[in-house]
């Protein structure tokens, strides 16, 4: 990973620059988790761009929003800075369109994948009010469970013998770290399942266990969905995780092994 251009020093592109695209393949991640060719889920990975702009045809600049959604099931993600990158190289190029300006986009993230990428670019002139909503289910932060963890604790995950239940539980208490810049990385996150109870003292004392982890925003929810998998053993799971807004851009990953992709929620990270 030492040439994407997270962590590094860079020059913004003053003009369209598709080659500042930079593509991690999942498998680097994946392979740690026991993880081969036939996933235990699927899902998305849910970016929305809050700052972008382009031209007008007549030269009159143009600004909107873009929500990107790339497929669990795709080669690669794609980085970060060098999507931000990509973006702002958009500024000062003309189109005829949205349609157009989403076409380009679509074609160059989805080379970037290795599968085709959904994009929907919505113009500001276009736009409605984005509630700012909750998650759904219960929220376990008020739990006392003591000291946090110093390294991620899947072992502390459990289940309490009895009855198949059907719940969503969730937290705004995950935080991990870039595995590039050590920087940081706030979320909530959502867990829905059914099968014997999951232990919530345990499952937030693991959720917060994540807080001096380094990973990526994809490799920590695929890494949740796996140890879950493995220790409480729920017939359904869902694991969908909404983080903060950086660079005016914030990245959702949502991992299911029986339901489709989740709306794209807004919360008050957002």
Request: aromatic share 8%.
């Amino acid at each position: 990973m030492d040439k994407i251009p997270l962590g590094n020093p860079v020059e913004y592109p003053a003009e369209y620059a598709p080659d500042v695209l930079c593509a991690i393949p999942r498998a680097e991640s994946r392979s740690a988790l026991g993880l081969a060719d036939e996933l235990p889920f699927h899902g998305e990975d849910i970016w929305n761009a809050w700052e972008l702009t382009w031209l007008a045809a007549t030269g009159t600049p143009v600004v909107g929003t873009a929500t990107i959604r790339v497929n669990a099931a795709s080669l690669n993600l794609i980085e970060s800075k060098s999507l931000k990158l990509y973006l702002n190289s958009l500024a000062m190029t003309r189109y005829a369109s949205a349609d157009e300006l989403t076409t380009t986009i679509v074609n160059d993230l989805s080379r970037t994948a290795g599968l085709d990428v959904d994009v929907g670019v919505t113009p500001a002139c276009d736009s409605t009010a984005a509630t700012i909503v909750q998650l759904p289910g219960e929220c376990i932060d008020t739990l006392e469970i003591g000291d946090v963890p110093k390294t991620v604790e899947a072992t502390v995950l459990a289940t309490n013998a009895g009855p198949e239940v059907t719940e969503e539980l969730y937290s705004h208490l995950l935080r991990s770290n870039c595995p590039v810049t050590n920087q940081p990385d706030s979320g909530s996150v959502m867990i829905r399942y059914r099968g014997e109870q999951i232990d919530r003292k345990a499952l937030l004392t693991y959720i917060v266990s994540y807080r001096q982890h380094n990973e990526f925003h994809e490799g920590c929810v695929e890494r949740i969905f796996v140890d879950i998998r493995k220790y409480c053993a729920p017939s359904e799971l869902t694991v969908y995780a909404r983080y903060n807004r950086r660079g005016g851009l914030d990245i959702h990953s949502f991992r299911s092994d029986f339901e489709d992709p989740s709306e794209n929620l807004r919360l008050w990270r957002q």
